[in-house]
């Protein structure tokens, strides 16, 4: 045998083995059969239909949103999520695709779970959710979710928290919390925070509606506390002027200039723009009374972050997908919140945020807090330590502290919450 002939038989050789093994690889079967027969007894079509028509409370428990709202949703998505069908398939409908979307972030079970309720194999289910969840956020965004861009806006924000909580010149409410996830894989200790879990964070600020006005998620666990801050978009703009705040004004009865801020816990550092609270050691009396009045305006985004994991259960448990899949799942439901709130009034329903008893002002609590929330899930920032500020930081505080102690600034119920 020459050498053409040998290499003519080692070409043949390869050819066979080549078949061989892709016969070997050939799937089974196209796809299975009770999968095949999602068009005809797929939860899609058969148990939402019936909550549709039969149990309208029900089917807002499914999904967390009404069939009203469902559609509305519906078409301002549908264009980015739609697929087109093919010789050799039909391709999953849009209104399965949301379907089954919402319902990973109600229930937050497993694809594998789904997939029996849906007929959609997880693999499959993966890919959808990723997609709905940035056609949600990137189509709601603008309307539902927008950030406050000009004075007048944060001057509306401001008015809103001086009527509702009596707490003049703030324009938001801002908090973070760690979105549990699964360590990803040869990601070290990139992820890995002080409740020696793997997370994310998710930075928010609240309106005194309990809106969102503005999030930024992403931020690796394993950054300090005032890192996560300083790591956002607000942070940035904040400092550069890119977000003007309205010029500093005199409170009522007073007479020092003070900037507009937001309210925030121990977790952030004081700045011109963030106010925080005294420490809780040892304080006077006027120091104690401008705690409560600070914790009274700031347990907004507190509600906030009890709601969205009330609503959507999928952040209450550590989520199996890569950190930039997580990102969007939880942007998606910041832009649910406050569609759901926009566009609805059963969503924050009596009883279902932090109320005040109208005759003893004592705080009731919400539904949410009596739901018992798994350990090592949606928890806070880690306190920060103890920093020093500046003489005019802490004038700010102080005025404000002075102004709650004038006729003009206090509330006749403060004095019974400082003993």
């Given at each position: 045998m020459?050498?053409?002939q040998?290499?003519a038989?080692?070409?043949?050789?390869?050819?066979?083995?080549?078949?061989?093994?892709?016969e070997?690889?050939?799937?089974?079967?196209?796809?299975?059969k009770?999968?095949?027969?999602?068009s005809?007894?797929?939860?899609?079509?058969n148990?939402?239909?019936?909550?549709?028509?039969?149990?309208?409370?029900?089917?807002?428990?499914?999904?967390?949103?009404?069939?009203?709202?469902?559609?509305?949703?519906l078409?301002?998505?549908?264009?980015?999520?739609?697929?087109?069908?093919?010789?050799?398939?039909?391709?999953?409908?849009?209104?399965d695709?949301?379907?089954?979307?919402?319902?990973f972030l109600?229930?937050?079970?497993?694809?594998?779970?789904l997939?029996?309720?849906?007929?959609?194999?997880?693999?499959?289910?993966?890919?959808?959710?990723?997609?709905?969840c940035?056609?949600?956020?990137?189509?709601?965004?603008?309307k539902?979710?927008?950030?406050?861009?000009s004075?007048?806006?944060?001057?509306?924000?401001?008015?809103?928290?001086?009527?509702?909580?009596q707490?003049?010149?703030?324009?938001?409410?801002?908090?973070?919390?760690h979105?549990?996830?699964v360590?990803?894989?040869n990601?070290?200790?990139?992820?890995?925070?002080?409740?020696?879990?793997?997370?994310?964070?998710?930075?928010?600020?609240?309106?005194a509606n309990?809106?969102l006005?503005?999030?930024?998620?992403g931020?690796?666990?394993?950054?300090?506390d005032?890192?996560?801050?300083n790591n956002?978009?607000?942070?940035?703009a904040?400092?550069?002027?890119?977000?003007?705040?309205?010029?500093p004004?005199?409170?009522?009865q007073?007479?020092?200039p003070?900037?507009y801020?937001?309210?925030?816990?121990?977790?952030?550092?004081?700045t011109?723009?963030?106010?925080?609270?005294y420490?809780?050691?040892?304080q006077?009396?006027p120091?104690?009374?401008?705690?409560?009045r600070?914790s009274?305006?700031?347990?907004?985004?507190?509600?906030?972050?009890?709601i969205?994991?009330s609503k959507?259960?999928?952040?209450r448990?550590?989520?199996?997908?890569?950190?930039?899949?997580v990102?969007?799942v939880?942007l998606?439901?910041?832009?649910?919140?406050?569609?759901?709130?926009?566009?609805?009034n059963?969503?924050?329903c009596?009883?279902?945020?932090d109320?005040?008893?109208?005759?003893?002002?004592e705080?009731?609590?919400?539904e949410?807090?009596?739901?018992?929330?798994?350990?090592?899930?949606?928890?806070?920032?880690?306190r920060g330590?103890?920093?020093?500020?500046?003489?005019?930081?802490?004038?700010?505080?102080?005025?404000?502290?002075?102004?709650?102690m004038?006729?003009?600034?206090?509330?006749q119920?403060?004095?019974?919450?400082i003993?």
């Amino acid at each position: 045998m020459d050498s053409r002939q040998a290499l003519a038989f080692i070409i043949a050789h390869n050819i066979v083995q080549k078949r061989k093994l892709k016969e070997k690889r050939k799937k089974k079967c196209w796809v299975r059969k009770w999968v095949d027969r999602r068009s005809d007894l797929g939860a899609a079509s058969n148990l939402v239909n019936e909550l549709r028509l039969e149990d309208a409370q029900q089917f807002k428990n499914f999904i967390r949103m009404s069939a009203v709202q469902f559609e509305m949703l519906l078409d301002l998505i549908k264009h980015q999520i739609v697929k087109q069908d093919t010789q050799l398939r039909e391709a999953i409908p849009v209104h399965d695709r949301l379907m089954v979307t919402l319902r990973f972030l109600a229930s937050g079970d497993a694809y594998s779970s789904l997939q029996y309720l849906f007929r959609i194999p997880p693999c499959t289910i993966g890919r959808i959710v990723f997609e709905v969840c940035q056609a949600i956020y990137d189509n709601l965004k603008e309307k539902y979710l927008k950030c406050p861009s000009s004075t007048e806006e944060l001057k509306k924000y401001a008015d809103q928290f001086a009527l509702k909580w009596q707490f003049p010149h703030c324009f938001g409410a801002i908090d973070g919390k760690h979105i549990t996830i699964v360590a990803p894989q040869n990601s070290g200790s990139l992820y890995y925070n002080y409740k020696n879990t793997h997370s994310i964070v998710l930075m928010g600020v609240a309106d005194a509606n309990y809106k969102l006005i503005y999030v930024d998620v992403g931020c690796n666990g394993r950054i300090s506390d005032g890192g996560v801050f300083n790591n956002c978009s607000l942070h940035d703009a904040l400092e550069s002027k890119q977000l003007t705040l309205p010029e500093p004004e005199a409170l009522p009865q007073k007479h020092l200039p003070v900037p507009y801020i937001m309210v925030a816990d121990d977790a952030f550092a004081m700045t011109s723009y963030i106010l925080k609270p005294y420490g809780f050691r040892n304080q006077p009396a006027p120091n104690r009374i401008f705690n409560y009045r600070l914790s009274r305006a700031r347990r907004i985004i507190e509600n906030v972050f009890g709601i969205m994991s009330s609503k959507f259960r999928v952040l209450r448990k550590p989520i199996h997908l890569a950190p930039h899949k997580v990102k969007y799942v939880t942007l998606a439901t910041c832009a649910l919140h406050n569609f759901l709130i926009s566009t609805s009034n059963y969503y924050l329903c009596p009883g279902s945020v932090d109320s005040e008893n109208p005759i003893t002002r004592e705080i009731v609590n919400g539904e949410w807090r009596n739901e018992l929330q798994p350990e090592g899930t949606l928890f806070p920032l880690e306190r920060g330590r103890q920093r020093n500020y500046s003489i005019s930081q802490k004038d700010v505080r102080d005025e404000f502290r002075e102004y709650f102690m004038t006729t003009a600034g206090e509330v006749q119920w403060q004095y019974q919450f400082i003993c």
